[in-house]
C-alpha cells in the first residue's frame, strides 16, 4: 500500500517539515506529499473548486480517499489504525488524504472521500495538520505492528 497526502499550502523548510519528514520516514509504507498552492478567487466556494479540483486530479483512480475535515469523525487511534489496517489487508493500492486550504472544501472532496476524518472540533493550522496526520500514520503502523509506541 502507497500512502498519498495531497494538500493545499506549501510546507516549507524548517522545524514543522523536519518533524512531517521524521515521521513520513518511519512508515513501513511508502507516502508522497503533494502540496498544492492555493490560488486567489473571486470567492471562498470558487477557491474551493479550484482546490477541489486539484486534490481530485491528483488522485490515481482506484485511491480510497479520506478527507480530514472538522465535521468528520473523531476517531480513536486505534480505530483509525484499524480502519487503515483494513484497507491495507482488503488490498488497497493508494491510501490518500486529502488536507484542504482555509476555506474547507468542495463538496466533492466530502463525496468522494470513504471516509472523512477530524482531529476534534478545534481549529488548527493546515501546515501542522500534515505533521500531525504523519504522526498518527506512524501511531497506527505501530499499533497494527504491536509495537510499544503507542503505548509508550
Known sequence: MRLLIAAVGRLRAGPLRDLYDDYVGRLPWPAD?????????????????????????????SAV??????????????????????WRDSGTATLAFAIGGADGFDDRVRAAAR????????TWPHLLVRVMLAEQLFRASSILAGHPYHRA
Open 115 to 122: 471516509l472523512v476524518l477530524s482531529f476534534g472540533s478545534l
Open 33 to 61: 506529499l503533494r502540496e498544492f498552492e492555493a490560488k486567489p478567487g473571486r470567492s471562498a466556494a470558487e477557491r474551493q473548486r479550484r482546490e477541489a479540483d486539484m486534490i481530485l486530479g491528483a488522485l490515481p483512480t
Open 65 to 86: 480517499l479520506v478527507a480530514l475535515d472538522p465535521r468528520g469523525w473523531a476517531l480513536t487511534s486505534e480505530d483509525f489504525a484499524a480502519r487503515i489496517g483494513q
